[in-house]
């Protein structure tokens, strides 16, 4: 989603290409609106070999279906297509997850065509008791569609953002050996201007600043974390200021509104503001900066979280589900509190005791630097585009809301091996 990983990540690859020698001739393939952002964006230093090319709108429209059975086997058609197109005999989708299926399935990919791609969500290692509410119907379809997949021929590297899922991979799946750990990389430092601190300048001083950014969608928390301030006693709301900012999934616009007006006339004291729009990148290292601790109240996700790299980065701490990996990692390297998310009152007492301890007690700032350390963009780049052999790249991504017919495709790379390499 352009909200997401994959539009950042398009950056990083873009310039990881200009360290290798010679330089990979890369290809993005992305919709309409996305082609024209990475232009303009890419304009100031061309890469050299970089194509930006525009998929169809019945492209993007079949790959953004809301059916995960009908995208993924778009997304795994459209690639084939693009890989005809182009004549790249490798491919790569930065989302692997939903490709499980016609890989499972066993779909041809083209003679001589390889793909391989980048899992964010493989939750069947989680160990029941130490991640809660494990799901285990979801995990037993994904660990039947996990063995067969890998045993797919044309699928060479499964690139995983959880580092705890390939010694489980190799011990428990035939050519588990495929699947390999990738760093999640922390968005560069960005440079902030006097006009991007007028978001975080708005929360009135004196007052605990809590953050939540990003997509502003239910899984996301965000109404959980209205339920849970309205539980604040008249003390701790006093205490605390919340800004809230991302586009609002229209889906929940509605709760939201009422949930806002309900904590307005409930609890007085509590300042927060709600900014429905995209912040660009030095508005969001602003607010992380001014704010004492950034907020991922995620209602039981499974996967990676870039929130948590914005915030190390900064040398903030996080309130987060205890769930998944983000309560993985929070727990392991020290990053905040972790805490049952889908609970209201425990994500207000969570709350109120952030406000009285300050972020300098609720994570070691040295701990912070460690886990973003080796996190990087290059890094990134590297463990991608390292292992391919010699140039011919083709990048296709999915994403924007279900129902734009200008949203992007599925995700996807492909290369052209040297001639003396064979996939």
Do not use: N
Request: proline residues 7%; aromatic residues 6%; charged residues 25%.
């Amino acid at each position: 989603m352009p909200q997401g990983h994959g539009r950042e990540w398009l950056r990083h690859l873009a310039e990881g290409a200009r360290r290798f020698e010679p330089v990979p001739p890369l290809a993005f393939a992305v919709a309409p609106p996305v082609a024209e952002s990475l232009r303009a964006e890419l304009a100031a230093a061309p890469l050299p070999g970089l194509s930006i090319l525009s998929l169809s709108e019945a492209e993007v429209a079949r790959c953004s279906d809301r059916r995960l059975a009908v995208s993924g086997l778009a997304r795994w058609a459209t690639m084939r297509r693009w890989l005809a197109r182009t004549g790249a005999p490798e491919g790569l989708f930065l989302e692997l997850d939903h490709l499980s299926l016609p890989l499972a399935l066993g779909l041809p990919l083209g003679a001589g065509r390889s793909v391989s791609g980048i899992l964010f969500r493989p939750s069947v290692h989680y160990e029941p008791g130490v991640w809660r509410h494990r799901d285990w119907r979801r995990d037993l379809r994904k660990d039947l569609l996990y063995r067969r997949m890998l045993r797919h021929p044309a699928l060479t590297r499964v690139l995983s953002l959880d580092e705890g899922f390939p010694a489980f991979a190799r011990a428990r799946y035939r050519r588990g050996d495929k699947v390999e750990a990738l760093v999640d990389p922390a968005f560069p430092l960005a440079g902030i201007t006097g006009e991007d601190r007028k978001l975080a300048a708005s929360a009135p001083a004196g007052r605990a600043l809590f953050v939540l950014f990003g997509v502003l969608a239910e899984r996301k928390g965000v109404p959980a974390l209205l339920r849970a301030l309205a539980r604040l006693d008249a003390a701790s709301a006093g205490r605390i200021a919340v800004i809230v900012a991302g586009v609002v999934d229209p889906a929940i616009g509605d709760e939201l509104r009422d949930l806002l007006a309900r904590l307005a006339a409930g609890r007085p004291e509590l300042w927060i503001r709600l900014e429905d729009r995209r912040l660009a990148a030095g508005e969001l290292a602003a607010l992380v900066e001014a704010s004492d601790a950034v907020l991922a109240p995620y209602q039981r996700f499974v996967g990676s979280s870039g929130v948590l790299l914005w915030a190390a980065s900064r040398g903030r701490p996080v309130i987060a589900q205890d769930y998944g990996l983000v309560g993985r990692l929070v727990r392991e390297h020290g990053l905040g509190l972790a805490v049952d998310t889908t609970d209201p009152a425990a994500l207000a007492s969570a709350l109120a005791t952030a406000a009285l301890r300050g972020r300098a007690d609720l994570a070691d700032p040295a701990a912070l630097a460690r886990f973003v350390a080796g996190r990087t963009p290059e890094a990134f780049a590297d463990g991608v585009l390292g292992p391919l052999a010699g140039p011919g790249i083709l990048l296709t991504r999915q994403g924007f809301a279900a129902g734009d017919r200008k949203a992007t495709s599925g995700h996807g790379l492909a290369t052209r091996p040297a001639a003396d390499h064979r996939v």
